[in-house]
């Protein structure tokens, strides 16, 4: 089954929200990026809420039939990358959220209303 790049953003942000994710951000890079069409980035303020956040994401891809291709940081906790296909998951610490500031890098990218 393939699931639209629009649903995984959807299914991504929702299962952010369920484990309490803050500040979640989805930016469209369509057109912008070859990497994805979407970046989805939020924070925890613990390394146990960053690696519940990126498993709850991880578990519900893999539900939708969504072969996870990637993920990068989860022992360590501090900047999870989660390449779940058209949507790519940025899931940081507080911390390191305020010190790299991604969003800023992508500017150029329209931000995603999220519901």
């Known amino acids: 089954m393939t699931v639209s790049p629009d649903a995984l953003l959807q299914?991504?942000?929702?299962?952010a929200e369920d484990k309490k994710a803050l500040n979640i951000v989805a930016l469209d890079l369509t057109g912008i990026s070859p990497v994805a069409d979407y970046y989805v980035i939020c924070h925890g303020?613990?390394?146990?809420?960053?690696q519940s956040i990126t498993t709850e994401i991880r578990k519900k891809a893999e539900e939708a039939g969504v072969r996870v291709r990637g993920v990068e940081g989860f022992d360590t906790a501090r900047w999870v990358l989660l390449d779940i296909g058209d949507v790519v998951v940025h899931v940081f610490h507080r911390e390191e959220r305020e010190y790299y500031n991604i969003e800023r890098l992508w500017s150029d990218a329209k931000s995603v209303e999220l519901a």
């Open 11 to 15: 299914l991504a942000v929702e299962a």
């Open 45 to 50: 303020n613990s390394d146990t809420q960053v």
